[in-house]
């Protein structure tokens, strides 16, 4: 008899139990184990915990009797329970945690990470023959480009050009409260959905777990049926129109032309492979334009390869980097997501999102949520810890390299060339969000100031010394030099309660 796979709960998709090419034996039989102590651990938004288990509970479903499904207090119980002592596979976890439990376990041999375009060995390889300080995500997308073959034209990229970034920076249109296009796919809630919930308030009135933010009702697909489902849709109806305004944010059209889709992916549903792939080819039928195209492929490509990679390539105490010192505390209508707290109609809007469908698009989380927290001097380990708790699609592989490095420049660098964050005229170029706003984003003292413009030049004041060596920063920093009124900014914005 073949000895039993195990699947984690971000492997949910059939890619997690094909054989050959390193996959577990074709006739092994399948363990799942539903471990409550994720949840004891640290308060999640609901609609996470609802929805992974709920695709946890229908994948298994779908596998009926090949599958042998526990729930137990811990992964360790569960194992146990489902096969004792004796030998099983896992495919590489997406944790250094879980990797180092499941290396723990003499009974566990872990077969090749699956769910990613690039090979482990093949990054360690790529960056190997370029050195450290050589190499930054626009050279390792178009290398994945090239390896794959994807969106290219023999030996050149389709169109003549790799990046289109240029095309797909535009503020969103003035005067319109959304975007002219179809709206995404929603699943329909079943009995699985159902019972799910009805666990999860068994569980919050017996005191085992406490939830943040609202549950319900479910946008993430958390099938495969459903994934691909909603691949389709986005495909169909959405991916022409997703580059031009892929930076800009519009309040009340929170997905804008965006593909909902890294909750799916990043549970195992959908293959990375198949969505870059789909996207070509309604790029090769003429039926979206390049841009478009491109910019989705260089998101999932680019973007989500490397930052997978960049994971385990910097190593586990990557998570601690604290570069800028910052130490301040979170506070609790931020932890809490209560967004009707905050005045600021930036953050109250964003926040409002995040308590009620735990997502927002890229430039939320970048240009809201994570500039906010940048300038205030907010704990990196903790700004890490909230946005993977608090968001549907936050995963540990996911959420380090963007918050420790995308967003909070906590690496000093490693991962982006400078910090991101800005003032509120640079919010209101993007968004519709100023217009309402209590404050005026071209004002950074008095009752009217914009958070996020005196916030910008405190932090800016606060960082002189580090970000002047930065070439990138130059502009930025000397621009302290021309505020006759910085001596006030500082004490208006310069604590991190302000
Ligand atoms: C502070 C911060 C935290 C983030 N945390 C997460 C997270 O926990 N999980 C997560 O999947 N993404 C995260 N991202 C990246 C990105 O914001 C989301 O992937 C995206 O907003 C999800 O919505 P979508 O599927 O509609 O994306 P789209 O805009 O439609 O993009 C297509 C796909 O590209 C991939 N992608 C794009 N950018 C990234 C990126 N930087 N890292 C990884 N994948 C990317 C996603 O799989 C996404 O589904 C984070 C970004 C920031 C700045
Ligand atoms: S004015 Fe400032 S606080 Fe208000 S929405 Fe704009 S950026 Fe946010």
């Not at 799942?32 to 479903?61: D, Q, W």
């Not at 109806?237 to 990043?266: C, K, Q, W």
């Not at 506070?331 to 735990?358: H, I, K, Y």
């Amino acid at each position: 008899m073949a000895n039993a796979h195990w699947l984690f709960g971000d492997q949910l998709g059939p890619h997690f139990v094909a054989p050959g090419d390193g996959g577990p034996h074709r006739d092994a039989p399948v363990v799942m184990v539903e471990a409550r102590s994720v949840f004891r651990r640290r308060t999640f938004h609901r609609a996470k915990a609802h929805l992974i288990l709920s695709a946890m509970r229908r994948r298994a479903a779908e596998l009926g009797d090949r599958v042998t499904y526990v729930r137990a207090d811990t992964y360790r119980d569960g194992l146990d329970k489902a096969v004792g002592k004796a030998q099983v596979t896992v495919h590489h976890p997406t944790s250094h945690a879980a990797m180092r439990f499941v290396r723990s376990l003499d009974q566990v041999t872990v077969l090749p990470a699956r769910g990613f375009l690039v090979a482990r060995d093949a990054f360690g390889q790529w960056v190997g023959d370029r050195g450290e300080r050589h190499w930054r995500q626009e050279d390792f997308y178009r290398w994945v480009r090239r390896e794959r073959g994807l969106l290219m034209d023999g030996a050149e990229p389709a169109g003549g050009r790799w990046n289109f970034d240029h095309d797909n920076r535009a503020s969103p249109p003035r005067g319109v409260r959304e975007l002219d296009v179809p709206p995404p796919y929603h699943p329909r809630e079943d009995d699985v959905d159902d019972e799910v919930r009805h666990d999860l308030d068994a569980w919050e009135r017996a005191g085992d777990v406490a939830f943040v933010g609202r549950d319900g009702p479910r946008l993430f697909p958390a099938s495969r049926r459903e994934a691909r489902a909603a691949l389709k849709r986005f495909v169909a109806d959405r991916l022409p129109n997703f580059g031009t305004y892929e930076d800009a944010i519009l309040s009340a059209d929170p997905v804008m032309s965006h593909s909902l889709l890294s909750a799916p992916l990043n549970l195992g549903l959908l293959d990375p492979a198949e969505c870059v792939e789909a996207a070509e080819a309604a790029w090769r039928r003429g039926d979206a334009p390049l841009n478009s195209v491109e910019g989705f492929i260089r998101q999932i490509a680019g973007w989500r390869e490397y930052v997978w990679q960049l994971y385990w390539h910097f190593g586990e105490r990557y998570r601690a980097s604290n570069v800028l010192g910052h130490t301040a505390p979170l506070p609790r209508w931020f932890r809490e997501a209560d967004a009707d707290a905050v005045e600021a109609n930036c953050l109250r809007s964003v926040l409002g999102q995040v308590r009620d469908t735990g997502w927002t698009h890229h430039i939320p989380r970048l240009m809201i949520l994570g500039s906010h927290a940048l300038q205030r001097g907010w704990d990196p380990a903790a700004v890490t810890d909230w946005f993977h708790r608090l968001f549907v699609d936050g995963y540990d592989w996911v959420m380090v390299p963007n918050v420790v490095g995308m967003s909070q420049y906590a690496d000093g660098g490693r991962m982006t060339t400078k910090p991101y964050t800005s003032g509120g005229a640079y919010v209101h170029r993007m968004s519709d969000l100023c217009g309402p706003c209590a404050f005026r984003p071209t004002e950074r003292l008095g009752p009217h100031a914009c958070p996020f413009t005196g916030g910008y030049w405190a932090f800016l004041h606060r960082h002189r010394e580090l970000l002047e060596r930065n070439p990138r920063m130059t502009r930025a920093v000397q621009g302290l030099d021309r505020l006759t009124d910085l001596d006030q900014v500082l004490d208006q914005w310069g604590s991190p309660n302000a």
